[in-house]
Structures are given as structure tokens and as C-alpha cells.
């Protein structure tokens, strides 16, 4: 694929913030890299994917987008200009199934499949250890089924 650097080739490494789940731990891009490897997912990079740079949130919404989110660029219906709308919010990195150009600057994490890179992610971000579930209510006339399977 066009400008997409192999991921062994590596030379530098809504909206959920922690701040807002308790979580205390920052997670580092290179910290998700090594996650997504382990997995088998990580294909390559697009851009600048500084491995030392924090993140503060994961976004999947670029209405609510900021600077220091990884965004999530998914869905049958996600459009290039999404990504752009994070990027001019001061995202500059995301993860996608395929290389999205939008600046020069924008850094990108290609895998795979996007909703195992997100499972993957959100699992290593927020701290989450398969085997060690948290207790969670879900309650409501709408959407129960959906939320407790996604």
C-alpha cells in the first residue's frame, strides 16, 4: 500500500479518557504497538508514530476529538472526512484497516481488523485483564443487548 511502512520496520514509536473511568496509569502509543503485535494485528504505519508520545483518550467520534486521543476510524459508514474533522480537533494519530491520508504529520496504526484492534486498545488502555471482570449493571428498555455483547 502506498506510503504504509511495514510494521517490523518500525523506527519509532464517543470519547473515553481515563480521567474520567479512575484509571490513573498514561499508556504510551509503544505500549498499544506491543499489545497489537502481540495480537497479530499490527500490519504497518503510516506518518509519524512517535512510541513514547501519551495518550489521554481513545475517540471514535471526531465531533468530540482532541488533542492527545487515538482516533478509532471504523464502521461501514466512516468517511475520510471524519479523521480530518480529528485532525483539525489536534488529533494526530489513528488506528484504521487501511492507510488514511488526511496531513503529512498524521501518524496511523494499520491493522488487520479494526474491531479486534479496538478490543485489543480499549483492553490495554483502560488496564482490563481478561479473567478479572468487573462487575457492571446494565439496566434501561434500550439497547441492553447490544451494550452487554459490544
Known amino acids: 500500500?502506498?506510503?504504509m511502512r511495514p510494521a517490523g520496520e518500525q523506527t519509532s514509536c464517543g470519547c473515553l479518557e481515563k480521567e474520567k473511568v479512575g484509571a490513573e496509569i498514561m499508556k504510551t502509543i509503544g505500549e498499544l504497538e506491543e499489545v497489537l503485535k502481540k495480537e497479530g494485528i499490527l500490519?504497518?504505519?503510516t506518518g509519524s508514530v512517535p512510541a513514547g508520545k501519551p495518550l489521554?483518550?481513545?475517540?471514535w467520534d471526531s465531533r468530540k476529538a482532541k488533542r492527545g486521543d487515538l482516533f478509532i476510524c471504523k464502521g461501514a459508514a466512516f468517511r475520510d472526512s471524519y479523521l480530518q474533522e480529528a485532525a483539525d480537533r489536534g488529533c494526530d494519530l489513528y488506528i484504521a484497516q487501511h492507510p488514511i491520508f488526511v496531513t503529512k504529520d498524521m501518524g496511523g496504526l494499520i491493522?488487520?481488523?479494526?474491531?479486534?484492534?479496538?478490543?485489543a486498545i480499549s483492553g490495554a488502555f483502560f488496564?482490563?485483564?481478561?479473567g478479572s471482570p468487573r462487575l457492571?449493571?446494565?439496566?434501561?428498555t434500550k439497547?441492553?443487548?447490544t451494550t452487554a455483547w459490544y
Open 136 to 140: 457492571t449493571g446494565i439496566t434501561g
Open 143 to 145: 439497547g441492553k443487548t
Open 127 to 130: 488496564d482490563y485483564r481478561p
Open 1 to 3: 500500500m502506498k506510503n
Open 111 to 119: 491493522v488487520t481488523d479494526i474491531r479486534k484492534g479496538m478490543a
Open 56 to 59: 489521554t483518550g481513545l475517540s
Open 43 to 45: 500490519k504497518g504505519y
